[in-house]
């Protein structure tokens, strides 16, 4: 039986790092994440786990201290946010060049400048080439849930990259919401134990990690990099499959949420995607055919498979809590546009809308506002305006 | 090294084969790397005048000055020696010497 | 679909608005209700004027904006009744329930003319004679309880004995106090 709780999404990543029990977390403080640490800090002190915590002094450090620890054979994980992400950056990299399944909770926040503490995309959408694997979640359930399924998916010898769990800051990682979890000798029994086929502390095979990698060998393991982001699509479902049997939650690459019939569609991550399920409600009961489609795996992307959803509807609706800069469009448009181009798909029309910046409230208003116009772009109008701007003040 | 391992270093291996991140698995492989051609200078050990003090063998960059069983050093590994010259520059009792290579 | 109970929360910080709203989604838990228990977040300072939320429903509870119309809003300090325009967007058929000495008729003029139902309740004094100490968030919870019979009153105050005797368990001589506050907000709330 799982166990009824109320947890806000930090207590709910926090928890499912108590009940992983991970040999390292390294982590430094910074809002709207700095609860994580602290709980799980708590953890450690109450001997509640024998994991051992290292408050580092940076985020850099707290990386660098994570790869260390996964390349010596250990289970590593962090936790951070926005510029703390940033500070990692180049380790991100070396993260999952290394091919260190590391795990990260991330609590999405809006990077400076100028300075800001609340929540949008541009932290986790600015590292979305770093090599990591990227779950997103729009409940603390969610999260969750993602927590308990990265390492598996991450320690697939198929995979060895690293996986990055986020969530909206303040909106669910400071809400409490109903939770269910799982008993800890259930997590134990599915998340497993990591047996690294090479690692540091290993006295009867010593080996060496990170040599230099020169213009002769580097493009090849670059290309098996890229390869094991593709392998992990399959790691993903298999591994959900098997949480689906342990819990009834069911997860893939996206959830549809009453496309069936439908023929406008918006697209949104994380916790907006439940603002936009209690519109698609509402306006279903005005006999307004609008449906939802949530990513939650944005790396790997599901290009086919995304595109083969989006392909039915009239008029679909991208939206983006981070700005690209680039006069085209935000990052998950023009990822989506491109998957639907690339795979053949030529029904839809497209829009995209920036939103939420900086932690701007996303209204239930705004969203019905987005499903009005693409309801009068599939009736059939004309799109008048691709790259646009929601809640921004004129 | 095994017939696998071979594979696995040399140098036109593919990424399917290639190690993870470019892990090394086998440790001690530098040996399979072949620097001795790199030499223009050669340093030449003069038997008689050493007195085994060991100073080349802890400043050799490389493994090119490697000790027996008794403790001893042995004559250059022109294998690996690229004639960088430091063991010349240390040795106290000028018993190596270091010539043209040709 | 449920109908979804929303409740704002204002104070100033420091006061327990958060605190109380977190109380209110416990006990709201505790009756088998999905909740949603949220602060604003700001730069948050002692004193500066704040906002939290409440959500309860019986169904899954999905939508994750702030609460822009209201059933129910808390004032926890009665300063803020000029400060900030605490009655905007709050449902006519809703209530707003206020910390303050004065009457429900004394504090209406104040309202910015809304025309629902008004509660006060005096929690400075509640809370001083049951805990010596001035807590309002305690005695304000069991009047938001009874003004907006969001839970039965009965499994509501099981539930916050049973809060009391965790968040308490190091001193259980003022889980007495607290209940006694609760109680007697629950008695003494003003304009049902």
Known sequence: MAIRERLSGNEAVAYAMKQINPDVVAAFPITPSTEIPQYFSAYVANGEVNTEFIPVESEHSAMS?????????????????????????????????????????????????????????????????SGWIQLYSESSQEAYDNMLMAHRI????????PVMVCQDGFITSHAI????????????????????????????????????????HYFEHKRQQAEAMRNAKKVILEVADEFYKLTGRKYGYFEEYKTDDAEVCIVVLNSTAGTAKFVVDKMREEGKKVGLVKPRVFRPFPAPEIAGALARFKAVAVMDKADSFNAAGGPLFTEITSAVLAHGATGPKFINYIYGLGGRDVKADDIEFIYNKLLEIAAPGKVDSIYNYIGVRE | MSKREEKIYSPDVGWKDITHGGTITTAGNAELFLTGDWRSMKPVWLKDKCKQCLMCYYVCPDTAILIDENGKRIDFNY??????GICYKVCPFKAIDFVNEI | MGRIVE????????????????????????????????????PERMGAPLTAYNRISDDKITIHSNIYEPDYVVVIDETLLEAVDVTVGLKEDGAIIINTTKSPDEVRPLLKGYKGKVC????????????????????????????SKVMDEETFLNSMIGSFKHKFASKPEVIEGNMKAIERAMQEVKGL
């Open chain 2, 79 to 84: 294998n690996h020696c690229k004639g960088c």
């Open chain 3, 120 to 147: 006060t309740i005096d929690a400075r004094t509640i809370s001083m004679e049951t805990l010596g100490r001035y807590f309002p968030n305690t005695p304000m919870l069991g009047a938001v309880v009874k003004v």
């Open chain 3, 7 to 42: 409740i704002r929360w204002h104070g100033r910080g420091g006061q327990g608005a958060k605190t109380a709203s977190l109380l209110l989604a416990d006990a709201a838990f505790d009756t088998g209700k999905y909740i949603q228990g949220f602060p604003e977040y700001g």
């Open chain 1, 154 to 161: 991450a320690e697939h010898p198929d995979v060895l990259l």
């Open chain 1, 65 to 129: 201290a994570c790869i260390g620890a996964q390349a010596a054979g250990g289970r590593a994980m962090t936790a951070t946010s926005a510029n703390g992400l940033a500070l990692m950056w180049e380790m991100l990299y070396i993260a999952s060049g290394a091919r260190l399944p590391i795990v990260m909770a991330c609590v999405n926040r809006a990077l400076s400048g100028p300075i800001n503490i609340h929540n949008d995309h541009s932290d986790s959408m600015g590292a979305r080439d």
């Open chain 1, 177 to 216: 919401e109903n939770i269910e979890l799982l008993e800890d000798e259930k997590v134990k029994e599915f998340v497993g134990e990591y047996k690294p086929a090479h690692y540091l502390l290993n006295k009867e095979n010593p080996i060496a990690i990170g040599p230099l990698d020169h213009f002769t």
